[in-house]
């Protein structure tokens, strides 16, 4: 089983930085990578597939990257709204899916 | 539009059993891979099972191989998971979801809660 490996645990960042999180995978997945976020109460939503494109109606500021075991999620200039929890996760292998322990991105 | 809606959920004591249900609309729902996917309070996601379309395979984490069982009913759009032996970390808010083509997860429903607790 892929293991997917996420940091940080908590990303602090103040409205208007840039966030950079990271995603690993125990082994490679080529390109096989989507992002979620997730708010308090709700479901997840895809943001990224395919490591690096945006899925539909997601904003130009979240950008993807990387390829085999290396990941990162860059958004570029937090807005309120993107304070959430990320997840990444791998689909090379499916099933099973597997998911990374999550990025938690707060307001500094 | 896609709508994924979960029902079962519950307070069940340890060693006990429950039946979740998800009724899927607005897509060929026998026509997709279904996925449950679970969520212990203040967690991240874990992958619970997935069935094929046609329900001829079925995958389990090992969490809950042998104690849980997926099926579906095509002519309902209705995805079911049996759940027996539950235990204190089976709580969780469980979603049922497609699997997309590429294999991520595009629609989720809003969650069923299970609470194992005596």
């Known amino acids: 089983e892929i293991e997917m490996t996420q940091s940080p645990v908590t990303l602090s960042v103040s409205p208007g930085e840039r966030a950079t999180l990271s995603c690993r995978a125990s082994?490679?997945?080529?390109?096989?990578l989507a992002w979620y976020q997730q708010k308090p109460g709700q479901a997840p939503r895809l943001l990224i597939y395919?490591?690096?494109t945006r899925a539909t109606g997601i904003p130009v500021r979240f950008s993807g990257s990387g390829s085999g075991t290396e990941f990162t999620l860059t958004i570029s200039s937090l807005q309120s709204e993107d304070f959430a929890v990320y997840y990444c996760?791998?689909?090379?292998?499916?099933?099973?899916?597997?998911f990374g322990g999550g990025t938690k991105v707060e307001i500094k | 539009q896609v709508q994924l809606v979960e029902s079962g959920g519950g307070v069940v004591q340890p060693g006990g059993s429950l039946r979740l249900s998800c009724v899927g609309s607005?897509?060929?729902?026998?026509?997709?891979?279904m996925h449950w996917v679970r969520q212990a309070p203040g967690k991240g996601l874990e992958w619970v099972a997935f069935?094929?379309?046609?329900?001829?395979?079925?995958y389990f984490a090992d969490s809950v191989k042998g104690r849980f069982t997926i099926s579906r009913d095509n002519s309902r759009s209705t995805l079911y998971l049996q759940m027996i032996s539950l235990r204190t970390e089976d709580t969780a808010v469980y979603y049922c979801?497609?699997?997309?083509?590429?294999?991520?997860?595009?629609?989720w429903g809003q969650g069923t809660l299970v609470t194992v607790s005596s």
């Open positions: 979801a497609p699997m997309a083509a590429v294999g991520t997860i595009d629609f």
């Open positions: 607005g897509f060929a729902f026998s026509s997709y891979g």
């Open positions: 069935i094929r379309y046609d329900g001829s395979s079925k």
């Open positions: 082994q490679s997945i080529s390109n096989n």
């Open positions: 395919g490591a690096s």
């Open positions: 996760q791998q689909y090379n292998n499916r099933p099973p899916l597997s």
